[in-house]
């Protein structure tokens, strides 16, 4: 007697085809997400055409753009990795989406591979955006194109890892106000459209660590001087990468 073939035939697709599935659906549903566009694609792109049209902050010798481009693009990093992945599985995790899953025959770090692979892209978009804007305005960039995508790279393994930490130790509410107000705050003082010079030494001292900080200053160091691998904040970058990771998986809670 010959076994039959089914088709479809029952159980789970491979590995890559779900973890490829749940990544177009995470990116999909953030796109759709009126909040979270106007963190990730609205602020952005008015900061860059508001401080790069007027002269509202003293950035210094040449060009607005040439300063504030660099800035604009770490705000897209953190924006989408950090503050929209934070608020979005935050929720998730508080209506149960995150249990269903993990149930799932898509593994738990399936699930956080997909996230990850859905902040990428919708950086991708943003960088593309904000790019062309910025040429429009009559951006010059410089420097290595090798430096600036890996301070993108570790800069988003940086905000993910936070943003996923605070996702998953704190309640929805809580996460979705101290979010917006980390993103406040260093879009202050993080050297984004304020240079750090501005604020006094001791604060200098303390900001510089940050990785907002690292990240803008990185790529402004490349973009706008046109310097060599910024070893320095790509090592700042790369101690919150492993301290945020790490802490995001030894605490977060799934329920």
């Avoid at 697709?13 to 796109?31: W, Y």
């Avoid at 979010?179 to 501005?198: E, H, I, M």
């Amino acid at each position: 007697m010959t076994t039959g073939t089914y088709t479809p035939r029952p159980g789970a697709a491979s590995l890559p085809r779900m973890i490829a599935a749940q990544a177009a659906l995470e990116t999909k549903m953030l796109l759709r997400n009126g909040e979270q566009l106007l963190l990730t694609i609205v602020i952005p792109t008015l900061l860059l055409v508001l401080f790069g049209s007027v002269d509202i902050v003293d950035t210094g010798e040449g060009k607005a753009v040439d300063f504030l481009a660099p800035g604009i693009l770490a705000l897209a990093v953190m924006s989408t990795a950090f503050t929209g992945q934070a608020i979005a599985t935050g929720f998730e995790r508080r209506y149960g989406v995150l249990k269903r899953l993990a149930v799932s025959p898509l593994p738990r770090w399936g699930l956080m591979t997909a996230k990850t692979l859905s902040v990428l892209v919708t950086e991708v978009l943003q960088v593309v955006l904000l790019t062309v804007i910025a040429f429009a305005m009559g951006w010059s960039p410089q420097g290595n194109p090798v430096a600036v995508l890996l301070l993108l790279i570790l800069g988003t393994a940086a905000f993910s890892g936070l943003g996923l930490l605070m996702a998953g130790t704190l309640k929805a509410e809580a996460t979705l106000a101290a979010a917006n107000l980390v993103f406040l705050l260093l879009l202050v003082g993080g050297g984004v459209v304020v240079p750090l010079d501005k604020f006094p030494d001791a604060a200098q001292s303390v900001l510089g660590l940050l990785p907002i900080a690292a990240l803008s200053d990185g790529l402004r160091d490349v973009l706008q001087h046109g310097a060599g691998m910024p070893w320095g904040d790509l090592g700042i970058l790369a101690v919150w990468a492993v301290l945020g990771l790490g802490a995001a998986a030894r605490f977060f809670r799934w329920e």
